[in-house]
């Protein structure tokens, strides 16, 4: 069961690296995508990017039960954490993002600025200790 376990993580985590970085070379190729909601959608790219890179291999590791050291063991359950974290959040302001734009359009383009989606899109994809 563990292999079966460790194979389905491995896909997802293929899955995700590929897919995410698709999405962030088309945004940084094609001009045109680089609009308000893209840019959280691209916070969300990067934040799903590190859980597949980072993420699934520490989850790897705790399931078999390495590091076996405490200060180790904590980091790697520490950055899974964080790393799941930032992607609910990057996912959380897409949604209020769409949220807002579809209620109040004419207060949205008029309040909400790209360099403030930037802003905050960068700030989601920090991890936070």
Known sequence: MEV???????????????????VIAAFRREKRLRRRTNYYIVSLAVADLLVGLLGVPCALLASVGLPDMLYPCLFTLSLLIVLCTTSIFSLVAVSVDRYWAILHPMGYSRNVRTKTAICESIALSIPKA
Do not use: I, M, Q, R
């Open 4 to 22: 079966v376990y460790a194979v389905c993580e491995l896909l997802v985590a293929a899955g995700a690296v590929v897919g995410n970085t698709l």
